[in-house]
């Protein structure tokens, strides 16, 4: 039986055989992808490394030709400096040679003005040694003759001020001492007011008592002020030296006067420096340097070295310190409830015996300049101030530092001052009964005549007025302490609004200030001129100044003046305003009561 095949079978199996063979194919084609991938990447990898090797070769090259170019730099650089060095040696050769020609000369010439000077000398010695010794005895007597006129120069020179201030204390008017500031750094800050050259010097101190003031205008002649008083400082005065000349005022205190100091001037002339320092508030009495120290805590100091000088205890001292703004008068060192400081504002009022008196004024007693110092710091943080376009700090109010000095056993000549001054005030209220009209015990024949007065009561036939219950002057003597007053002010500047550049609320302090400073002139014009009325209450200023300005204390005036063009007009105003001070004689009270009744 034939044998029977089927095609579907065959088929099968040779599509069996060829997936058989199709996925030996596949296989070993991945076999040939991944080997081609692995082929690929060492290919990348030796790429990589041909690169590297490149690049290391071109930096190398690169390195290779950098060295190459600095070795030609430096060889270049050194054969230059070598050519510089072989040129420098040649012209140090060729000026060897001319030392060594001009050390020949120079021997040579040295030589011959040897031979000439001991030829000279031989000629002398042997011709004129009489002429030359008598001319050196003349060149000796003329030196000596100097030296003692020098010497009787300054003498004399002494002597005058020394009689010029006795009779400064005779007519009993006001010094007046100037200091003329340096040039300051806000001197050159151009303003559009200011002239060509604001910053240039026109004032002058001359001499010690001399100023001068180069007034004329560009393209006019020279035109200079001249102005004396009793001591001008330079700008080159330090503070010490402006202090010597006030010191010996402070030793009237213990003699029995009071005495009254006080900086004047045009804001930025150096008023408060003159008179506290230069140095910060709180710095005042512990380590400011005694060199920047002004009037106020040298003042202080040698009050208290005079004090050191007496008995023990036998002085005391006390401080107050007022300030006057806005035309009021504030105590600062007032107290609020919780004990803090405050400024307070007080009265000024004229008492029976027609001098000035603050109510209810705060005083602190000290035992040291450096606690009157420390006071005085604390307080100067309440006083008004206001920045403007001539000082960043400028003091808008008038400052007056009282020591009051109580002696509970006075000298001879205080005493003395102080009965003086009780029968002086007995004869200015002579038409006024010391004792009460009511008092039947009172003698009115004895009121006229007031020596009588300190008469012992043994030799007076009416009963003593120490039994009187009215009180007597002479009881007012011996029990109360004698009290004299130092005052030391630092008044607030003049100052002209164009310039200063203020506005607002500091045009009334301007206009306060101005017209405080404008009544202290207007005093001292009648003061000068003997007028029968003297305005002392235009102000508050000159009413509480009244006793230094027109009793019989010691008035020191001192002058700030700034020395540039463009303060020229004020400089000029302060100038006038000393001069004026010093025309002012103080006449004793019964004189001046006679000229009042001349008049």
């Known amino acids: 039986m034939p044998l029977f095949i089927n095609r579907d079978q065959i088929f099968a199996h040779q599509v069996h055989l060829l997936e058989h063979k199709l996925r030996s194919k596949e296989e070993r084609l991945l076999e040939l992808e991944t080997e081609n991938a692995i082929l690929h990447l060492r290919l990348a990898e030796c790429l990589g490394k041909l690169h590297v090797g490149h690049e290391k070769n071109t930096k190398a090259l690169d390195h290779h030709q950098h060295q190459?170019?600095?070795?030609?730099?430096?060889?270049?650089?050194?054969?230059k400096l070598l050519s510089e060095v072989q040129a420098l040696k040649q012209d140090l050769s060729e000026v060897f040679a001319i030392y060594v020609n001009f050390a020949n000369e120079l021997e040579v010439q040295s030589k011959q003005l040897l031979k000439k000077v001991e030829e000279a000398n031989s000629a002398l010695k042997d011709y004129k040694g009489d002429e030359v010794q008598d001319l050196q005895a003349r060149v000796e007597a003329l030196e000596r003759t100097l030296e003692e006129e020098?010497?009787?120069?300054?003498?004399?020179?002494?002597?005058?001020?020394?009689?010029?201030?006795?009779?400064?204390?005779?007519?009993?008017?006001?010094?007046?001492?100037?200091?003329?500031r340096p040039v300051l750094p806000f001197d050159y800050i151009q303003f559009p007011e200011s002239g060509p050259a604001p910053s240039e010097e026109v004032v002058y101190a001359i001499s010690d008592d001399t100023v001068v003031v180069n007034s004329s205008k560009t393209g006019m002649p020279v035109q200079n002020k001249i102005f004396e008083f009793e001591r001008v400082h330079g700008p080159d005065d330090t503070q010490d030296a402006v202090f010597e000349d006030v010191k010996p005022l402070l030793t009237s205190l213990l003699d029995g006067y009071n005495v009254c100091i006080m900086a004047y001037g045009q804001t930025g002339s150096g008023k408060t420096h003159t008179m506290i320092g230069s140095q910060p508030l709180e710095e005042h009495s512990a380590t400011m340097q005694e060199a920047q120290q002004g009037i106020i805590p040298k003042a202080a100091a040698e009050l208290f070295r005079?004090?050191?000088?007496?008995?023990?205890?036998?002085?005391?001292?006390?401080?107050?310190?007022?300030?006057v703004y806005n035309n009021e008068?504030?105590?600062l060192l007032a107290r609020d409830e919780q004990g803090n400081a405050v400024s307070k504002h007080r009265d000024v009022i004229s008492t029976s015996s027609g001098t000035s008196q603050v109510t209810s004024l705060t005083s602190e007693p000290v035992f040291s300049a450096s606690e009157v110092m420390h006071i005085v710091s604390g307080v100067l943080k309440l006083r008004a101030h206001r920045n403007t376009l001539i000082h960043t700090d400028s003091s808008r109010s008038h400052l007056i530092v009282t020591l009051t000095l109580s002696s509970k056993s006075p000298n001879a000549l205080a005493l003395a001052r102080r009965l003086q001054s009780a029968k002086k005030d007995m004869q200015r209220c002579s038409q006024r009964?010391?004792?009460?009209?009511?008092?039947?015990?009172?003698?009115?024949a004895a009121q006229n005549s007031p020596d009588k007065l300190f008469r012992s009561p043994s030799t007076s036939p009416r009963l003593s007025p120490s039994h009187s219950p009215c009180p007597s002057p002479r009881q007012t003597i011996s029990p109360t302490p004698f009290r004299t007053k130092l005052q030391l002010v630092d008044l607030a500047g003049s100052e002209c609004v164009g310039v200063s550049g203020v506005s607002g609320a500091a045009l009334w302090e301007v206009s306060c200030i101005n017209r405080s400073l404008s009544a202290?002139?207007?005093?001292?014009?009648?003061?000068?001129?003997?007028?029968?009325?003297?305005p002392y209450r235009n102000s508050k200023l000159t009413h509480l100044l009244q006793d230094a300005i027109g009793g019989d204390a010691k008035l020191l005036v001192m002058l700030c003046v700034s020395p540039t063009q463009r303060f020229i007009t004020e400089s000029l105003q302060s100038l006038g305003f000393g001069t004026r001070a010093r025309q002012v004689h103080k006449l004793p009270p019964h004189r001046r009561n006679n000229t009042l009744k001349d008049k």
Do not use: Y
């Open 68 to 79: 190459r170019n600095s070795e030609n730099i430096t060889q270049s650089v050194l054969t």
């Open 150 to 180: 020098k010497e009787r120069c300054r003498a004399e020179r002494q002597r005058r001020k020394e009689l010029h201030n006795i009779l400064v204390e005779l007519r009993g008017n006001i010094r007046v001492h100037c200091r003329v």
């Open 306 to 323: 005079l004090i050191s000088e007496q008995p023990a205890e036998s002085h005391t001292v006390d401080v107050s310190v007022m300030e």
């Open 329 to 331: 008068v504030f105590d």
């Open 433 to 444: 009964a010391w004792w009460s009209p009511r008092c039947h015990r009172a003698n009115p």
């Open 520 to 534: 202290l002139s207007d005093v001292l014009g009648a003061l000068a001129e003997h007028r029968p009325h003297v």
